[in-house]
T-cell receptor
């Protein structure tokens, strides 16, 4: 089955701890994205990557880091600098690596992160 | 500032009726407008895309309109069913790499 796989589904973070959320896609898409979703708010862009070994900050990148070493994988690390990490995190990919502009997003099932 | 507004109040309708959801935006010039469906605890799923030079797009029981003068899109589900109950997100793609999402409107269809 083609798609995006996020793991784990639920994650708990202790004070001062860094945690990493996994995102893998087998859609052969160039572009990948991380969003944060809080109740009553739209999806907010954390980071995005147009191509392997390149990524850009989104609107709320502070306290987060990413890597894009392989086309299939775009892990997100929530660092201890992120003081309010409790949220639903969504990874997405898009075929528009060349900036064609439609940016139709294909999402994973999400990771719910809570603070202990 | 740039904003996308969707009705934050839930929409409750009876099965068989047409559901109409509204998406308004300011200070954007989107090349494409998208609609997604999101079920509780799941990621959004793409439904329809409409281009800035299109007025209307249909797919089965779904219809989307796009008025760039009013800066508004309407999303219609005809002959609604309880299985259509979900949150529907409007999103704008401006031609670059980013897609901007609204907060969504929750739809409840009663049998």
């Amino acid at each position: 089955d083609g798609g995006i796989t996020q793991s784990p589904k639920y994650l708990f973070r202790k004070e001062g701890q860094n945690v990493t959320l996994s995102c893998e896609q087998n859609l052969n898409h160039d572009a990948m994205y991380w969003y944060r979703q809080d109740p009553g708010q739209g999806l907010r862009l954390i980071y995005y990557s147009q191509i392997v070994n390149d990524f850009q900050k989104g609107d709320i990148a502070e306290g987060y880091s990413v890597s894009r070493e392989k086309k299939e994988s775009f892990p997100l690390t929530v660092t201890s600098a992120q003081k309010n990490p409790t949220a639903f995190y969504l990874c997405a990919s898009s075929i528009d690596g060349a900036g064609a502009g439609k940016n139709i997003q294909y999402f994973g099932a999400g990771t719910r992160l809570s603070v202990l | 500032s740039q904003k996308i507004e969707q009705n934050s109040e839930a929409l409750n309708i009876q099965e068989g009726k047409t559901a109409t959801l509204t998406c308004n935006y300011t200070n954007y010039s989107p090349a494409y407008l998208q609609w997604y469906r999101q079920d509780p605890g799941r990621g959004p799923v793409f439904l329809l895309l409409i281009r800035e030079n299109e007025k209307e797009k249909r797919k089965e029981r779904l219809k989307v309109t796009f008025d760039t003068t009013l800066k508004q899109s309407l999303f219609h589900i005809t002959a609604s069913q309880p299985a259509d109950s979900a949150t529907y997100l409007c999103a704008l793609a401006t031609g670059g790499f980013k897609t901007i999402f609204g907060a969504g409107t929750r739809l409840f269809v009663k049998a």
